[in-house]
Nanobody
Framework: QVQLVESGGGLVQPGGSLRLSCAAS????????MGWFRQAPGKEREFVAS???????YYADSVKGRFTISRDNAKNTVWLQMNSLKPEDTAVYYC?????????????????WGQGTQVTVSS
């Protein structure tokens, strides 16, 4: 069992930056690929970024070049650095863990989910 707790959300102006953190419980964090997803009001949850056990990464086209996913297996933590934020990035951001070494963009590939953290981009 893995428990995930996100933090770091908030209100930021367009063009600003935020860094989301996801702390995972358990002793086998390095055996899990991790992902970030988001859900805006009235929309389906969508893929943002994913990272394998060895830190290979994959991004949605909408965030490529602006967001960076990273992890520290010793700290059981994954981060999402978000730069050049746009109003359309406004959403609840969710951290997810997959019982696999390899990244995935598919929601149903993930086995554990955090509660989410709100990110609002507005002037």
């Amino acid at each position: 069992q893995v428990q995930l707790v996100e933090s770091g959300g908030g209100l930021v102006q367009p063009g600003g930056s935020l860094r989301l953190s996801c702390a995972a419980s358990g002793r086998t964090f390095s055996n899990y690929a991790m992902g970030w997803f988001r859900q805006a009001p009235g929309k389906e949850r969508e893929f943002v970024a994913s990272i394998s056990w060895s830190s290979s990464t994959y991004y949605a086209d909408s965030v490529k070049g602006r967001f960076t996913i990273s992890r520290d297996n010793a700290k059981n933590t994954v981060w999402l650095q978000m730069n050049s934020l746009k109003p359309e990035d406004t959403a609840v951001y969710y951290c997810a863990a997959r019982r696999s070494l390899y990244y995935s963009a598919k929601i149903h590939d993930y086995d554990y989910w955090g509660q989410g953290t709100q990110v609002t981009v507005s002037s």
